[in-house]
Each structure stands twice: as structure tokens, then as C-alpha cells.
């Protein structure tokens, strides 16, 4: 799963990166009864927010005017499914638009994500994802998190990404 698509580079990367896997192991995987995977992509396709949280009212990324509602308005949800197609059969992708605070409480509970990308940026955002997967349990066993924007807002860790994640751990322990 990716949260945060933007230009929709990393979607198709992930996208590739799911065909080769499936080309090489599908085998495996049917033996050990792992279902095929599938790409899901979460994005407003509105670029950034308005902040509304007052932790993101002062991280310097935003307080400063470089990230501010609309800027990272990039590929639309028929580009970016057209960008995945190019290496996966579209019943493989899933694209949910919306913003994250409306989208991820339509999150099933039961879905187990093996990799999760989090470009989510701000804080609020961030924490509108991760409180929803840890709530419904939706990491599998061995799952990879990756952060886009760790080291934004100067490497502090009282903002964004890394903020949301200390409180996420600390909540759902």
C-alpha cells in the first residue's frame, strides 16, 4: 500500500516491483497459501491539505509556505492507474481517492499489508493512517514500513512522519 501517490513514480515502481515478485514466486506463494497481491493507492489527488493540527500549523515545512494546500497536485487517479497498468493487470490496483481522514475508516478490517509507504507528509495525515492500521491490525507479520518525509521539518522528530509514529507506538503499544 502506498499513501501519499503524488507524480505516481513510486506506485509504478511498487507496481514493477509486485510483477516481478509474482513472476518469480507464484509458485511459492500458492504453496504456502498467500493470495495474490494486490497494489492499493490512497491520495486525495488534491495535493496537500489546509493544516488543521497544531503540531502541523508550526512544522517549519508548513509555517515556512513550502508545503501548503495544493502544492504536490500531481497525477490523477486514471493517470496513475494507467501509469500501474503498464506492469500489472488493472484488478490488481486499487485506488482510493479522498482524503485520509475520510478514507481509512472505510479500511476492511482483515486486510494484512506486507509493505506500506507512508508519504503522507504531515502529521495529521500520517496519523489518520497509521491509527487506522494499527487499530485493524492491517500489518502482517514481517510487513516493511517505509517513511517519505522522516527528515523533513529540520530532522526534528516533533513533527510529521516521525511525530505521528512515536504516537501511534505509544497509543497502540
Known sequence: AEFGTSSGRTAMT???????????????SEKLGIAARKLRLFDSFEGFPEA???????????SSGVWGPGVT??????????MCTTYLEASWIVVSPGWYRDTMPKLEPGVKFAMVHIDCDFYESTMDVLDRLFTI???SDGCAVFFDDWYCNRGSLEFGEPKAWTDCIAKHR
Do not use: F
Open 137 to 139: 491490525d492491517a500489518l
Open 52 to 62: 488543521r493540527d497544531p503540531i502541523d500549523k508550526i512544522a517549519p515545512q508548513i
Open 73 to 82: 497536485k500531481d497525477a490523477s487517479p486514471a493517470v496513475l492507474l494507467d
Open 14 to 28: 511498487l507496481a514493477k516491483g509486485i510483477a516481478n515478485y509474482d513472476e518469480r514466486y507464484r509458485t511459492h
